[in-house]
């Protein structure tokens, strides 16, 4: 497999998408990197594992780059100095990353700026929670919140507000520390790992066949993405197909959880720009379609509605007939409603060139998802590398290269809008069969990999099998990405704006906390 001018002995995973692993040594590693970045490749996930009872055996860091040919997994073996080659100076969003697995398990990029705890916060008990056979030692605990080293900005007039971890909102908790200088804000930064579960830690406890409703609760806003991701994963370790009617109605799950976050975010971006009419009128719409998610799937979210091998429920004539015809319904409401706020003076002084992310600073940064085609960075996997069923669907993507508040608003409505015409190809071409393939509970080693887009982005999941138990399952949030272009996002604008740029890309905590 070539990633620019680097050729690497690469071994293809039996996965819908194109994903490769390979072996890598240390100059191999930082090399690589280099060049998938040359090449316009992006980083889609960083962490570390440990393969062994021994104290120092099986460490491995891994990476996953996104390449023009799809997605390779890199896999870096470590000695017993548990250290590897910083990446942050090539992807700057390696380094909370990076940050977190030293957290988890005690790897350290060496040669990183920010060696600062990200998930301990000071709190945790003597051991690394993803390490078997290492105490914290000499390790320097992470720093109470309070204690937290945060950025200084000095000077003439400079003040600094503190907002959270809790909230006057029912949201996750999250720190964010304000510069300022009378309304305009000098510099934000993020304090998060508040909601952190030890996710990771509790996959290598169940059992594979059962630990899909443990992924689609990493994020609930993305319960049917990460649940396909890691069902994808597992089918790849096992070398499993599905039916084709399971996988159109995973993709047409997918869908309707796309559609619903995107109704709540607009009618939430209306309230915060005071349109309080949008906000009535999107929840009106999104409680109904999530209704409608309920008779078909059985859950408002959809959870626990994609499993292994397939899907949990089917949908009879009825329910096409219902579900087409909602589609009908959103259609002409959704344009409605788009009149509406494209025609709102108010709205669109609120929402043009607020929380602005240029495509350059996108493009070094890594901001991806639906925040990064807003800011002229064309990526969505059902397009550059569509899978079953979207192999047969020829998806549009939504784009802009504004990256404002109007033009998240603007590509969420695209996108919306694009999603209810596959739902309704989805349903059209709907084949018959079953809906589920019984997969035998594993008893092998090996390796798979899940890669979906979801509504907020690239949903990622790792699974490395030992004995038919999970060894190590990592899942990533586009999240990842995207919380640190909020902070630059947020510069230069005045305070009162920051809920309505952070609701724009309304990242998720949970999804990063893990």
């Not at 998408?17 to 889609?44: K, N, Y």
């Not at 404002?404 to 694009?418: G, K």
Request: glycine share 10%; aromatic share 8%; charged share 20%.
């Amino acid at each position: 497999m070539h990633v620019g001018s680097l050729e690497l002995d690469a071994q293809r995973l039996s996965a819908p998408l194109p994903i490769w692993h390979a072996m890598v040594d240390e100059p191999t590693w930082r090399a690589l990197a280099s060049a998938a970045s040359s090449a316009g490749g992006r980083l889609v996930s960083l962490w570390g594992s440990d393969g062994g009872r021994e104290p120092g055996a099986g460490l491995a860091v891994h990476a996953a780059f996104s390449t023009t040919l799809g997605l390779l997994w890199a896999e870096l073996a470590l000695g017993e100095q548990a250290i590897y080659p910083d990446l942050s100076s090539i992807f700057p969003c390696a380094a909370r990353m990076q940050r977190a697995t030293a957290d988890l398990c005690g790897l350290r990029a060496q040669g990183a700026v920010d060696q600062r705890p990200w998930l301990d916060h000071g709190v945790w008990t003597e051991s690394l929670p993803l390490r078997q056979a290492e105490a914290r030692g000499d390790r320097e605990p992470g720093d109470e919140a309070g204690d937290y080293a945060f950025v200084r900005v000095e000077g003439d007039g400079v003040h600094e507000i503190p907002v959270g971890p809790v909230h006057a909102g029912i949201i996750e908790p999250g720190h964010f520390r304000f510069s300022i200088v009378g309304e305009k804000v000098l510099r934000l930064e993020e304090r998060l790992g508040y909601v952190h579960k030890g996710i990771e830690r509790r996959f290598t406890e169940l059992a594979p066949l059962d630990a899909h409703r443990l992924a689609g609760r990493v994020s609930g806003d993305s319960t049917v993405a990460f649940a396909w991701a890691y069902c994808m994963a597992l089918e790849s370790a096992l070398g499993c197909d599905v039916p084709s009617r399971a996988a159109w109605l995973r993709a047409l799950m997918l869908e309707r959880e796309r559609v619903a976050n995107h109704l709540g975010d607009l009618g939430a971006l209306g309230n915060d720009a005071a349109l309080a009419f949008g906000l009535a009128q999107f929840s009106r719409l999104r409680e109904n379609w999530q209704r409608e998610s309920l008779a078909a799937f059985g859950h408002r979210l959809m959870m626990d509605a994609v499993v292994p091998g397939g899907v949990a429920h089917d949908v009879d004539a009825a329910a096409i007939v219902r579900l087409r015809a909602q589609c009908d319904a959103q259609e002409v409401e959704l344009a409605t409603l788009r009149a509406i706020y494209d025609e709102h003076a108010g709205l669109q002084d609120r929402f043009i060139g607020t929380g602005r992310v240029t495509p350059e600073l996108a493009r070094s940064l890594g901001l991806t998802g639906l925040a990064g085609r807003a800011s002229g960075q064309p990526h969505d996997l059902r397009h550059d590398h569509p899978w079953p069923p979207y192999d047969r669907c020829a998806v549009t993507m939504a784009t802009s290269v504004n990256g404002d508040v109007a033009a998240r608003v603007a590509v969420r409505f695209d996108e919306v809008r694009e999603s209810v015409r596959l739902i309704r190809e989805l349903l059209a071409t709907l084949p018959a069969g079953a809906i589920r393939a019984e997969l035998p509970a594993p008893s092998c080693s090996g390796r798979g990999a899940g890669w979906v887009e979801g509504w907020r982005g690239e949903v990622f999941v790792a699974l490395q099998l030992r004995d038919g138990a999970i060894a190590r399952c990592h899942c990533h949030d586009p999240s990842w990405q995207n919380w640190p272009l909020l902070e630059h996002a947020v510069i230069g604008n005045i305070v009162p704006d920051f809920p309505l740029i952070n609701k724009s890309f309304n990242l998720s905590y949970s999804g990063q906390d893990l």
